[in-house]
């Protein structure tokens, strides 16, 4: 009997997880049991942590332990440093960085190769590869992590070499909450494909970098705020919106592939955007978003009644970045700071199955074909 082939195994359950569950169709987005806005505005990004990897949130006593195990792991070898300056040196892109850093923290674990150990260096040691590389790639020097902030608070400290202000480490925090996990996105399930070989979660992790690097599916928040930066003032929205939808232009930051409804990751990051904007920061910035994204909804449901386009998670990733004052070029390798909480989650659980992820395929080509020799291969002489 031959199975039913799925391009892109679209439909196909691969396996069972309790770590998130996507419903498209209800614009649900749950980590481990709690709605995304019901914990990814409150949780510490440790906690969150906590939670994929136990299905718990932590007592104070588990969460200072992680915490001080998570600071432990934060410092580069000298030759993961030495990795990226000559990286730097050739101006390559943050995201081939992440993903050679990322395979070189073998260097740090000693290649001991525990899982929950490497999954704690990983998540460690992410925001400082990212902030390590940015300051070389800018004629920097990087600074040395700080084990007595948390791990958002130190991402920002690393970047800029200064203390955060509270609300932004919130800020920064309910973002990195906000995209830990959701569901088996080809990140993910490149992880968990690569872990059930049973090899380590250093090379299964690096290659969830390797599938996010990708345009389809780490995406580009920073177009989305492009986009409101080039219409500039609200009574240039509709026109410069309905110029984009007559040329056949998608408009950034609106529709999703899985979600049918407005994705529920936008409206917690568009609560904190408000939170942070309303604390500091261009306030008129944030007005404008507001009234580019409610004329561009307006205008797609006027064009397209027939289809559900609905503001995503990038259209306030880059408002809200932005406000943090992350460049453009930083919001993927943010993206995956908060991503390889999941990333190593869904290791850890692929690991306890002990199952070999091995799909199949469907041959499509040629039959019966038979040899022939070099000499008879050679076309015949005009």
């Given amino acids: 009997m031959t199975a039913e082939t799925k391009q892109g195994l679209e439909g196909v359950v691969a396996a069972a997880t309790r770590l998130s569950s996507v419903d498209g169709e209800a614009g649900e987005l749950l980590l ?9 505005p409150q949780a ?12 718990e949130l932590p007592a104070a006593a588990e969460l200072a332990d992680l915490k001080r195990r998570l600071a432990a792991r934060r410092a580069l070898s000298g030759a993961v440093i030495d990795l990226l300056r000559a990286a730097a040196g050739r101006r390559l892109p943050m ?4 993903r050679m850093g990322a395979g070189a923290l073998s260097l740090s674990t000693g290649g001991e190769g525990e899982p929950r150990q490497d999954a704690e260096t990983l998540v460690a040691a992410f925001p400082t ?15 040395e992590p700080r084990e007595d902030l948390g791990h958002a608070e130190c991402y920002l400290h690393l970047l800029f070499g200064e203390e955060p202000a509270p609300e932004r480490t919130r800020g920064l925090e309910t973002y990195l909450n906000t995209v830990s996990d959701h569901g088996f996105n080809a990140s993910t399930f490149a992880a968990r494909v690569i872990v059930s ?21 780490g995406g580009a928040p920073g177009p989305a705020l492009d986009m409101v930066f080039e219409i500039g003032s609200a009574d240039r929205a509709e026109a410069v919106l309905r110029e984009k939808l007559e040329r056949g232009e998608r408009l950034m930051g609106f529709g999703h592939r899985v979600y049918r409804v407005r994705d529920p990751r936008a409206d917690v990051l568009g609560r904190a955007s408000e939170r942070f904007y309303e604390q500091g920061g261009d306030k008129g910035l944030y007005e404008l978003a507001r009234m580019v994204e409610a004329t561009a909804l307006r205008l797609l449901r006027e064009r397209k009644p027939d289809r559900r386009l609905d503001t995503n998670v990038e259209f306030y990733t880059a408002l809200l970045l932005h406000g943090l004052d992350l460049p453009t070029p930083l919001f993927t390798p943010t993206f995956a700071i908060g991503r390889v909480a999941g990333w190593t989650a869904h290791c850890l659980e692929q690991l306890a199955t002990g199952r070999l992820i091995r799909p199949q395929s469907e041959y499509v080509g040629e039959r019966g074909r038979r040899w022939t020799s070099l ?3 050679e076309p015949a002489p005009a």
């Fill in 44 to 55: 510490t990004f440790e906690e969150m942590v906590h939670l994929l990897w136990t299905g």
């Fill in 197 to 217: 070989t049973r090899s380590d979660l250093v090379s299964a992790v690096t290659g969830a970098v390797g599938a996010l690097k990708g345009p389809l599916h």
């Fill in 32 to 40: 481990a049991g709690f709605p995304v806005e019901e914990i990814a």
């Fill in 95 to 98: 995201m081939d960085a992440l």
């Fill in 375 to 377: 000499q008879e291969r």
């Fill in 129 to 143: 590869i990212v902030a390590t590389y940015w300051r070389l790639l800018q004629g920097g020097e990087p600074v």
